[in-house]
């Protein structure tokens, strides 16, 4: 039998803001519990309401390990006000800016799955700046410009260990299918042409990718 999330976990999921769907969600989550054996932490870029991270931090306290997520939690430009992912509840009532901190500690809080989960807040780019550490997942879900989508990969896929998983989402090799751009299906392109990754599995706009070698080599 697949494994599969905690009923809690899963009801969470669906409550929980965000876009992510449920075919996809699993997706993700057999993927974390494959990485995961590995032993080492999962990675998540994009962690708006914490609809995602729940099966990320589902799949880490199942193999004893801790997922991180990164989020300057200021929203991606299609979530802005006036834009059509915007959600009103996201905005800062005093400031008038979005801050999806709170939203994301309230799901988590409520799956009972705050001690699996580290959530650093900033730019995702000044992060991987700073991170030595292998990985066993890199889940690639934050800003969709070529900008941020390009500095995800370049910062992140590198630290990921021989046998870790790259999972990218909101690829879209059709442009007719898309809805954000394609900087995500570039970055997907990107990584199969490194020869540093082997396919392992397509679900809606998500993808799974090996990776081949060790990380920090056949960095392109
Ligand atoms: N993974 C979430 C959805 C993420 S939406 C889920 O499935 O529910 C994309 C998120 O990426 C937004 O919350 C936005 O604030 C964040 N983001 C966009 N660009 C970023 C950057 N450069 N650094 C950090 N976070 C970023
Ligand atoms: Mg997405």
């Known amino acids: 039998m697949a494994a599969a999330p905690e009923p809690a976990?899963?009801?969470?999921?669906?409550?929980?803001?965000?876009?992510?769907?449920?075919?996809?969600?699993?997706?993700?989550?057999?993927?974390?519990v494959d990485a995961a054996r590995l032993g080492l932490p999962?990675?998540?870029?994009?962690?708006?309401?914490?609809?995602?991270?729940?099966?990320?931090?589902?799949?880490?306290?199942?193999?004893g390990t801790t997922a991180?997520?990164?989020?300057?939690?200021?929203?991606?430009e299609e979530q802005q006000p006036g834009w059509d992912y915007h959600d009103p509840e996201t905005v800062d009532p005093e400031l008038g800016v979005m801050d999806t901190l709170p939203a994301f500690r309230r799901t988590l809080y409520r799956a009972g799955l705050e001690e699996h989960v580290?959530?650093?807040?900033?730019?995702?780019?000044?992060?991987?700046?700073?991170?030595?550490?292998?990985?066993?997942?890199?889940?690639?879900?934050?800003?969709?410009?070529d900008e941020h989508a390009s500095a995800d990969y370049e910062g992140w896929a590198p630290r990921l260990a021989e046998?870790?998983?790259?999972?990218?989402?909101?690829?879209?090799?059709?442009?007719?299918?898309?809805f954000t751009g394609q900087a995500p299906y570039r970055i997907w392109l990107r990584a199969l042409a490194?020869?540093?990754?082997?396919?392992?599995?397509?679900?809606?706009?998500?993808?799974?990718?090996?990776r081949t070698?060790?990380?920090?080599?056949g960095r392109r």
């Open 68 to 76: 991180v997520t990164v989020d300057h939690h200021r929203g991606s």
């Open 9 to 32: 976990v899963l009801k969470a999921f669906e409550a929980a803001k965000g876009f992510m769907p449920l075919d996809e969600g699993l997706a993700l989550y057999a993927a974390a």
């Open 118 to 145: 580290i959530a650093l807040v900033g730019r995702s780019p000044r992060i991987a700046a700073l991170w030595r550490s292998p990985l066993a997942l890199v889940f690639i879900d934050g800003g969709h410009t």
């Open 42 to 63: 999962l990675l998540e870029v994009g962690t708006y309401c914490g609809r995602s991270t729940l099966l990320l931090a589902d799949a880490a306290r199942a193999a």
């Open 163 to 178: 046998g870790g998983l790259l999972v990218i989402h909101d690829v879209f090799p059709d442009p007719a299918d898309e």
């Open 213 to 217: 070698e060790a990380g920090s080599r």
């Open 194 to 210: 490194s020869g540093a990754f082997t396919e392992v599995s397509a679900t809606g706009s998500l993808r799974v990718l090996r």
